[in-house]
């Protein structure tokens, strides 16, 4: 008994990929995890949101400037400034939608001229001719306008107390009787009082937010005091919402597991000598690296098609309509994943020491990448530690390809970074495969 | 075998000026290991030169140097003239390494294409080649296994196969019959046989003794990387021994009787066995005579011509096997 119990420690012991799959890699998750949905570090996600005020009336700045305020947003009157634009405009209500559709934000609130007429709004069938507030969102993003939604609600609460004072009284009159003279001086005192206060509130906040047109605010709520009109305006032909999302995600997370596996035939190569005796043949080692990319690059394509065919049949993805970005995408991916799998093979010694190093990486870059769950669920900095995954642009440029409909021209940026970052991998490839081509 | 005699006419037609392998001064170290340390060859066109040594003499090293695979420190290797490194080198090297360097997924026939294409063959010509390596391997009728399936005998004759697909002037067999049984040794001997009578120019290395004597023209036996005799086989036993027999005898008595026994007539005890070399068969009679006055008595008796085995055991004082 005891003979076995050494035995087995003195095994792990020495086998270095068993020990980082025992102790690191479950460390390293829990890290993940904790971060993203933990408390620790300011890890709440902010959720972007754009306002335009085409009203200006004190209620609505009153809202705006409470909604600027709010941890929770990250709200956005203009444009950031740039050296061409130094001072850019104010968002419009097209380019405001353009920003929801382009997926630079999930929400955009447009305060419509006329709203601060009659800001508050009680009861059903009411007040069917007010100027309602058009929240236009993501649908791809399902917390975000329930965020925003409950925040608006707040804002309302907390920064606009005249205005539903003076709102109240209007409906007091409408529904119960006009008020004697002397109860409308007493409300009139009491509603000047709030004015005054809200006048203060707006002015500060007004002072306060110039100096940062991208900051904080609150929300409010669909079916309270303020009316809101919601309009998903990305998405609405979508009949499966998440399909399109989830075939990129969980096809890269495979894809990549599937490149790491196929490139370790070079580790077998090498141990059988087989790899010897090809390089000893007319192939120099850059050829045989590059047909071992092109190899793992059809490979791993065919195995995106057949996940997204897949998802056609069974989940009625919208994929023949989306043919050639499906096509750009799923190649550039693909290079990029076989020579992440090129690049690991060449380092790895031994196959379990691929298998170790693989998989810690590849549920890393998963995790942070989006790949088993959203990125806007994840704090800020994990969302830009998610940048510098594969997944993450893969699945931008398929969600860009299947759910915002964008044309291929708009794949630029997912489809350079793809196609540099495999380029950079194969050359590191190449060079750590120095080991094997002479001794 | 009438398609053997077509395939390999041309390496039978090599002449000329450039030696299908020179190798001058090489010197390979890997860290303190010296693994091959100033060794100079030469391989004449249609000789099989036999390079003899116990594992880890240098022979592996010395092989590899010659295909390209290992870069020495110091030293030439050419062939045909040209550097082992280049196109045209590798273009008339085959090389059968110990490995069995195949892909073990793919057919014997889908191996040899693949290797055949890596030297550059293609169309018909890669396809009567193939052909042409299944018959001489004696695969034909296995042509579409899966390599991983064949039986050790036959990987090993398909690991030869493919080191000639190309159809190679000069090949390097190192140890090709590791681990096979009588039988498909017999079966590989015939392989090298019928490619040296095409004219090809055969390195092979190996720790068998008998091997190197029923195949090769020439041998060099190694040792902690040197060369440290090298001749005909005849040469080698004649340098060494001269004229002189071995005898080989069991015996039983006290070990210190038995030592001193085998003392005073010169001899040694190798795996328990006493030896002595005679020069005339008579002395056999005085060696019995003395073992029997000495209380020894004697189990078995062999006269033997000294062999590759006593060459090296002559020249190093160590088994070839140790």
Redesign the interface.
């Known amino acids: 008994m005891f003979a076995i119990l050494q035995t087995a420690f003195a095994s792990l012991r020495r086998d270095r990929a068993a020990l980082a799959l025992a102790f690191i890699l479950p460390i390293g998750f829990f890290s993940i995890f904790a971060v993203i949905f933990g408390s620790m570090h300011d890890t709440v996600p902010r959720v972007k949101v754009i306002i335009v005020d085409q009203d200006n009336s004190e209620a609505s700045k009153s809202l705006v400037n409470a909604l600027l305020h709010e941890d929770t947003l990250r709200v956005s009157t203009h444009p950031e400034a740039s050296k061409a634009q130094p001072n850019p405009p104010d968002y419009t209500a097209q380019s405001a939608e353009a920003s929801v559709k382009a997926g630079d934000v999930s929400v955009a609130l447009i305060i419509p001229q006329g709203w601060g007429a009659n800001p508050i709004s009680f009861g059903q069938g009411q007040d069917q001719n007010t100027h309602k507030i058009q929240l236009l969102n993501d649908s791809s993003d399902a917390i975000a306008p329930q965020v925003v939604s409950g925040m608006l609600q707040k804002a309302a609460m907390t920064s606009l107390p005249a205005t539903m004072a003076e709102m109240g009284q209007k409906y007091t009159e409408k529904y119960i009787g006009t008020l004697t003279p002397e109860q409308r001086k007493q409300w009139n005192d009491n509603l000047a009082y709030l004015k005054r206060l809200q006048q203060d509130r707006t002015q500060t906040s007004a002072t306060t937010a110039s100096a940062s047109p991208t900051s904080s605010s609150s929300g409010s709520g669909f079916n309270g005091i303020i009316s809101v009109q919601t309009r998903s305006v990305v998405g609405e032909s979508q009949n499966k919402p998440m399909i399109s999302y989830y075939a990129a995600a969980v096809g890269v997370m495979f894809l990549l597991f599937t490149a790491s596996s196929s490139a370790g035939a070079l580790l077998d190569e090498a141990d059988s000598g087989t790899l010897d005796r090809v390089l000893s043949s007319r192939i120099g080692m850059t050829t045989l690296l590059a047909g071992k990319l092109t190899y793992n690059t059809l490979l791993a394509f065919t195995q995106l098609t057949a996940m997204f065919v897949f998802g056609w049949a069974v989940f009625h993805l919208d994929l023949w309509t989306h043919i050639p970005g499906f096509l750009v995408m799923g190649l550039s991916t693909a290079f990029a994943v076989a020579a992440f799998g090129m690049l690991l093979a060449s380092l790895a010694k031994t196959r379990a020491q691929l298998g170790a190093i693989s998989t810690l990486l590849i549920l890393t870059m998963s995790s942070i990448g989006g790949s088993m769950f959203p990125r806007y669920l994840m704090s800020d900095a994990m969302q830009k530690a998610g940048q510098f995954t594969l997944n993450s642009w893969a699945i931008d440029g398929f969600t860009k390809v299947f759910w915002r409909d964008q044309p291929v021209t708009a794949l630029w940026p997912q489809v350079a970074v793809l196609l540099g970052a495999g380029a950079v991998l194969f050359l590191l490839g190449r060079r750590f495969a120095r080991r094997w081509e002479f001794s | 075998m009438s398609a053997t005699t077509v395939k390999l006419a041309s390496a039978a037609a090599i002449t000329g000026a450039t030696l299908p392998l020179e190798i001058a001064g090489l010197v390979k170290r ?1 860290g303190s290991l010296t693994a091959v340390d100033g060794i100079s060859l030469t391989l004449a066109p249609g000789e099989c030169l036999g390079v003899l040594g116990p594992n880890g003499a240098g022979k592996s090293t010395l092989i ?1 140097s010659i ?5 020495p420190n110091r030293g030439t290797v050419s062939i045909f003239g040209s550097a082992a490194q280049s ?1 045209a080198a ?2 008339a ?1 085959g ?1 059968i ?8 997924r793919l057919t014997c026939a889908e191996n040899l294409i693949a ?1 055949g294409r ?3 063959l293609s169309g018909s010509k890669l396809k009567e080649q193939s052909t042409w390596c299944l018959e001489w391997a004696a695969l034909t009728d296995r042509a579409k296994t899966v390599a991983g399936e064949l039986s050790g005998g036959m990987k090993r004759r398909l690991n030869m196969a ?2 000639i697909i ?1 159809q190679p002037k000069v090949v390097l067999m190192d140890e090709p019959t590791v681990g096979v049984d009588p039988q498909s040794r017999n079966r590989i001997f015939e392989m090298i046989e019928a490619l040296r009578a095409q004219g090809a120019s055969l390195i092979y290395t190996t720790h068998y003794m008998e091997e190197a004597e029923r195949l090769c023209d020439r041998i060099a036996i190694v040792d902690h990387g040197r060369i440290i005799a090298e001749g005909t086989y005849a040469e080698l036993v004649r340098s060494s021994f001269g004229s002189r027999s071995q005898v080989i005898a069991r015996v039983t008595g006290s070990p210190e009787t038995i030592a001193a026994w085998t003392a005073r007539h010169n001899g040694r005890i190798v795996e328990g066995a006493a030896e002595f070399t005679i020069e005339q068969s008579t002395e056999i009679s005085t060696l019995l005579a003395d073992a029997a006055s000495s209380a020894i008595e004697l189990e078995d008796l062999a006269l033997r011509r000294p062999n590759l085995e006593s060459v090296f055991l002559h020249l190093t004082g160590r088994e070839l096997r140790d």
């Open positions: 890997f590899r295909v390209g695979r290992v870069i196109t590798r273009q090297l090389w390494p110990q490995e069995l360097a195949i892909y073990p290797f890596y030297h550059g493919v080191g190309h």
